[in-house]
């Protein structure tokens, strides 16, 4: 695995009132300023240049997400490093797309500040806006080293050793949190179609959409990449989960009753195991660095 950091640069369009602001609307109120807090959009988030660049933000967080797992650190995530080249060139692509977003937001600008002036009426303050938007709406990416540095091992070993050691703390607890993730998931996946296997609405089975079972081939799939096999018991479930569901397009189980009994029993099954092993975790299988045997 590689570490992966992923951040933005991004205007704050939301302003905390002025003092005397904030003094004219505790007395509207009748309030105790000191125990008012208000705020103000500067910019209309509802504008469509600026949803546009809020989107591509949007869209590259969950990307990011997606082909990645936790990792205990803020802004960290985790990245087969075979799946490096594709993810470079894919959060590449998303920065092109934010910076012509945010050259369109640009351009609109002086309009929207206008706007603004006459929505705010009294509260509108020039000083509230920079005088350009050029590298105020961005995006970055690097692969952060997460190892202690080698040259500790020469002038303090004992430090090199401690480091070793919190690194190896953080990667056994994100072999916790992504097995807690994907354990989640799979709960959530499997309860949300056995209920709707086995729900009525009206004395009539509940209608569910495509995605309800296309979400399974997106997780399946999502797992196979990702997996770290750390827990047998996580990765029989997920096949017994995929060879329940495999092959079965969604319009055969709205046209066949029977069909929708057995794989909402089998999700019920799942779901209850899946959800004993969030509560009673087994030992994970962690392959340390050094470890040899057939497994390694």
């Given at each position: 695995?590689?570490?992966?950091?992923?951040?933005?640069?991004?205007?704050?369009?939301?302003?905390?009132?002025?003092?005397?602001?904030?003094?004219?609307?505790?007395?509207?109120?009748?309030?105790?300023?000191?125990?008012?807090?208000?705020?103000?959009?500067?910019?209309?988030?509802?504008?469509?240049?600026?949803?546009?660049?809020?989107?591509?933000?949007?869209?590259?967080?969950?990307?990011?997400?997606?082909?990645t797992?936790?990792?205990?650190?803020?802004?960290?995530?985790?990245?087969?490093?075979?799946?490096?080249?594709?993810?470079?060139?894919?959060?590449?692509?998303?920065?092109?797309?934010?910076?012509?977003?945010?050259?369109?937001?640009?351009?609109?600008?002086?309009?929207?500040?206008?706007?603004?002036?006459?929505r705010?009426?009294?509260?509108?303050?020039?000083?509230?806006?920079?005088?350009?938007?050029?590298?105020?709406?961005?995006?970055?990416?690097?692969?952060?080293?997460?190892?202690?540095?080698?040259?500790?091992?020469?002038?303090?070993?004992?430090?090199?050793?401690?480091?070793?050691?919190?690194?190896?703390?953080?990667?056994?607890?994100?072999?916790?949190?992504?097995?807690?993730?994907?354990?989640?998931?799979?709960?959530?996946?499997?309860?949300?179609?056995?209920?709707?296997?086995?729900?009525?609405?009206?004395?009539?089975?509940?209608?569910?959409?495509?995605?309800?079972?296309?979400?399974?081939r997106?997780?399946f799939?999502?797992?196979?990449?990702?997996?770290?096999?750390?827990?047998?018991?996580?990765?029989?479930?997920?096949?017994?989960?995929?060879?329940?569901?495999t092959?079965?397009?969604?319009?055969?189980?709205?046209?066949?009753?029977?069909?929708?009994?057995?794989?909402?029993?089998?999700?019920?099954?799942?779901?209850?195991?899946?959800?004993?092993?969030?509560?009673?975790?087994?030992r994970?299988?962690?392959?340390?660095?050094?470890?040899?045997?057939?497994?390694?």
């Open positions: 695995m590689a570490a992966v950091k992923l951040s933005f640069t991004w205007l704050g369009v939301r302003k905390t009132l002025a003092p005397e602001q904030r003094t004219t609307a505790a007395r509207a109120f009748h309030a105790d300023r000191e125990l008012l807090s208000a705020s103000k959009l500067i910019l209309d988030t509802k504008n469509p240049a600026y949803r546009a660049v809020a989107a591509v933000r949007s869209e590259a967080s969950g990307y990011w997400r997606t082909v797992l936790p990792f205990p650190e803020a802004g960290i995530r985790l990245l087969p490093q075979s799946s490096l080249g594709t993810f470079a060139s894919t959060m590449q692509m998303y920065r092109e797309r934010l910076q012509e977003a945010a050259r369109e937001l640009a351009a609109q600008y002086d309009a929207m500040k206008s706007e603004a002036q006459r705010l009426g009294t509260l509108f303050s020039p000083g509230d806006y920079p005088t350009t938007l050029d590298g105020l709406f961005d995006m970055e990416w690097s692969v952060v080293p997460i190892e202690p540095p080698s040259y500790l091992v020469t002038l303090n070993p004992g430090v090199y050793e401690a480091e070793q050691a919190r690194v190896r703390e953080r990667f056994e607890s994100a072999v916790e949190l992504a097995e807690q993730a994907f354990a989640t998931e799979l709960q959530r996946l499997t309860a949300h179609l056995a209920e709707r296997l086995t729900g009525l609405h009206d004395g009539q089975p509940m209608v569910f959409r495509d995605s309800a079972v296309e979400n399974f997106e997780f799939e999502r797992f196979r990449r990702l997996n770290i096999r750390s827990s047998p018991e996580l990765d029989a479930l997920v096949e017994q989960a995929q060879q329940t569901i092959g079965i397009e969604p319009q055969t189980l709205r046209d066949s009753n029977r069909l929708r009994a057995m794989v909402a029993r089998d999700f019920e099954q799942i779901q209850a195991a899946v959800g004993d092993l969030l509560v009673d975790r087994p994970r299988n962690i392959l340390r660095r050094g470890q040899t045997g057939a497994g390694a």
